[in-house]
């Protein structure tokens, strides 16, 4: 079996490590380390006793604990940077206090560098302000924590040039753990998905909705048109598909007599892969009972504008150059309008030939397994999606786009259905849902022959659902809102791999040396 072959840094770690387990220092203690403050609140603190003139009392004892970050020798005096959680804080170390008569084994590990960058300590000591006018803790105690063995990516400066900064798009995905470490603002971008995520929770809960979970693995993949990921279960010796959406599910709870429900959680698409899609997302599904997609147009409106002032302090965000205003209200525009202001065709009453014949005058690539919602549905996305840069609800749509949903009220052959597009891309899916059980079945029927035609993100008839209807589903409003897409537009983030911890890439080959026959692996 090969190992990958150690650098020479990599060898003075480790030989370090020995060093200090020679010195009877156990560079991964178990023990508890009592941690008592954070870099951030430690130079508020200050800062407020001086305003307050109160920097004559009794200096703050602290005790803290980080990753070292950079390390000056001065003589008889060290300067650390220690990072921790929440931010960055200068250690003074002198050898007075670290001396080698009371304490020889730390005096070694810190004077005869056996500390590494990178490596975790604790420090005990008190909070005071450099000559130079920099807030510190001055050390007069230090335990190792944690050994680091591979030397971290950290930027070095020379005449204003940046040195091996780790800025390789591909290395920061695979490695996020690093790339948290040494790139500023990489957590920040994480900590405002939290509260994006922790606000949408409380407004939907406040609203009296119930949180629920629903099937990852199912027998059928409804809820959507996309190419599901299939699955093998041994046990029942059956295929399974990773879920698309949660929707049929969520609607058997309405049925079942939930006021609203709603699911955080992976949908999987095994589908194309670019700066706005990933195989495995994050959507937020959300039904509630006795409510139409013109309310839910107004809730949703009212929900964003909450999530961005939480986010930004603000309801703005600002993203490749656009600022994005989520204040309410937004511009509400039919789908067929919408393509007529953008293209010049009206598509009301036509039908699939004619449709089929203006996206040929349009030069669009076309093919015959697209039936006529597909049809519509490229034309839209090719000429009016991306033109839409402010929050806009495109409503509407023909029914055979829609198969989920209620027949407009006063509209024939459309639906009461709109997808809020933001900065050039749709954001969120909503419907008065379709509540009958007749109905429902013609559509997946239709579905049935667009498969047969060879679309292969037709919907598949789930006959259980047709099922739950025949029991009766109340009117419904439910919808569906990207929360990496939404992500991406309150952090100003335009590649949506910057909004996952762990993006998904493609398998990456490694060269291993072996041991013993000397032969590359790979």
């Known amino acids: 079996m090969g190992a990958t072959e150690l650098s020479e840094q990599e060898i003075v770690r480790r030989q370090n490590l020995q060093a200090m387990r020679d010195l009877g220092i156990d560079p991964y203690p178990a023990a508890e380390y009592p941690t008592n403050a954070f870099s951030t609140e430690i130079v508020k603190d200050f800062e407020d006793?001086?305003?307050?003139?109160?920097?004559n009392q009794e200096p703050r004892k602290v005790c803290i604990a980080g990753r070292m970050m950079s390390r000056r020798i001065m003589g008889k005096a060290s300067f650390i940077e220690l990072k921790d959680s929440k931010g960055r804080i200068q250690v003074y170390i002198t050898r007075d206090d670290i001396c080698p008569e009371e304490n020889k084994d730390m005096y070694n590990v810190v004077f005869k560098k056996l500390l590494d960058l990178g490596d975790f300590i604790g420090i005990k000591g008190f909070v005071f302000r450099t000559q130079t006018g920099q807030i510190s803790v001055h050390a007069q105690e230090i335990t190792v924590l944690a050994k680091s063995l591979k030397p971290l990516p950290i930027v070095k400066y020379k005449d204003g040039v940046a040195y091996d900064a780790f800025e390789d798009p591909e290395?920061?995905?695979?490695?996020?753990?690093?790339?948290?470490?040494?790139?500023e603002g990489v957590k920040d971008t994480f900590l405002k998905r939290s509260k994006a995520i922790s606000t949408l929770r409380k407004v939907l809960d406040e609203a009296g909705y119930t949180e629920v979970e629903t099937p990852v693995l199912q027998s059928i993949a409804g809820g959507a048109s996309a190419r599901p990921f299939i699955t093998h279960h041994n046990s029942l010796d059956i295929d399974l598909y990773m879920r698309i959406a949660t929707e049929l599910y969520l609607k058997r709870l309405i049925v079942g007599g939930f006021e609203g429900v709603y699911e955080i959680g992976k949908n999987f698409r095994n589908e194309g892969m670019d700066k706005n899609h990933?195989?495995?997302?994050?959507c937020m599904e959300l039904y509630v009972q006795y409510k139409d997609y013109n309310w839910m147009m107004s809730f949703t409106e009212k929900l964003l504008e909450t999530i961005c002032t939480a986010v930004n302090g603000k309801p703005e965000a600002e993203i490749g150059g656009n600022v994005i205003s989520f204040k309410a209200p937004y511009r509400r525009l039919p789908i067929l309008d919408a393509i007529k202001e953008k293209t010049g065709y009206d598509l009301n009453g036509k039908n699939e030939d004619e449709i089929r014949a203006i996206c040929k005058e349009l030069h669009m690539e076309i093919d015959e397994t697209m039936g006529k919602g597909k049809l519509i549905d490229e034309i839209f996305g090719e000429f009016c999606e991306g033109t839409y840069i402010q929050p806009t609800f495109i409503t509407d749509?023909?029914?055979e786009m829609s198969p989920l949903t209620k027949m407009h009220r006063d509209k024939a052959g459309l639906t009461e259905r709109?997808?809020?597009?933001?900065?050039?891309?749709?954001?969120?899916?909503?419907?008065?849902?379709?509540?009958?059980?007749i109905d429902q079945e013609e559509r997946f029927k239709e579905q049935m022959r667009l498969a047969d035609k060879g679309d292969d993100e037709a919907m598949i008839i789930d006959q259980d659902f047709l099922r739950a209807l025949q029991y009766g589903m109340p009117p419904t409003s439910g919808i569906g809102i990207g929360i990496d897409r939404l992500v991406m537009l309150l952090t100003g983030q335009?590649?949506?791999?910057?909004?996952l911890f762990f993006p998904q890439m493609k398998p990456k080959k490694v060269t291993v040396v072996d041991n013993e026959e000397n032969n590359e692996d790979k």
């Open 397 to 399: 749509y023909p029914v």
């Open 418 to 437: 709109f997808e809020l597009m933001v900065n050039g891309k749709e954001l969120a899916n909503a419907y008065s849902e379709l509540n009958d059980p």
């Open 49 to 55: 006793n001086e305003a307050n003139g109160n920097e």
């Open 278 to 282: 990933n195989p495995e997302f994050t």
């Open 494 to 499: 335009t590649q949506i791999q910057e909004v």
């Open 171 to 183: 290395l920061r995905y695979r490695q996020r753990y690093v790339d948290l470490v040494v790139n």
